[in-house]
């Protein structure tokens, strides 16, 4: 699987296998996801392995959307931390970007292997309690994984096109050069 094909064919999962992703899987996974890019190469992410049904009922019930926590094999909560020794980086939160960026190549390099994925949003202060991440970091996502029962494909409709994503120069102004056929065309292949 390319890159391309792993970004267009990766879906949300909700609904796991019993099965266990095993620990070379996972750690694959991550040793592939930490290369994600970070500035100044910083790296200011860190990883929890969640597998305590526990805490994955009680990290649930901070997650509006997230129903489905007490019934996956595992989640990784990814963790922001600082940017060190280039202190502006935090002052604008680019600590919390990279590790967003760090979260979907976790995904994609799940999705590779096999491995279903999906993003939960959560109450961080209340995740960070549950899980004693220091005050000064935040848990940016809590990740639900595992083997998916099944995988429905995309369907056209399930992204706006292009020509309403992309100006040119300034918000607002259309990219001329769009060419909507040819957009379709290549991204069917």
């Known amino acids: 699987m390319n890159v391309g094909e792993a970004i267009v064919t ?9 099965k266990p992703v ?14 994600a890019p970070s500035p100044v190469n910083s790296q200011p992410w860190r990883f929890i392995v969640i597998r305590d049904r526990e805490i ?8 509006k959307y997230g129903s489905h926590l007490s019934e996956v ?3 990784i909560a990814v963790i922001a931390t600082d940017v060190e020794t280039f202190h502006w980086f935090n002052e604008i939160e680019e600590n919390k970007y990279a590790a967003a960026v760090v979260a979907t190549s976790i995904m994609l390099a799940a999705w590779e292997k096999g491995v279903g994925t999906g993003w939960v949003s959560v109450d961080r202060k209340e995740i960070n309690d549950i899980l004693d991440v220091p005050r000064e970091y935040t848990v940016v996502a809590v990740i639900a994984m595992g083997y998916p029962v099944r995988v429905e ?3 056209d409709a399930d992204r706006r096109p292009l020509d309403m994503m992309v100006f040119s120069g300034k918000y607002g102004e259309r990219f001329p050069r769009i060419d909507e056929e040819w957009v379709e065309e290549h991204m069917k292949k």
């Open 22 to 35: 095993p620990d070379e899987v996972l750690v694959d996974i991550l040793e592939t996801a930490k290369w």
């Open 10 to 18: 990766r879906r949300s999962v909700r609904d796991y296998q019993e």
């Open 153 to 155: 494909p995309h369907s």
């Open 56 to 63: 994955l009922t009680r990290v649930m019930a901070h997650a």
């Open 73 to 75: 094999p595992m989640a």
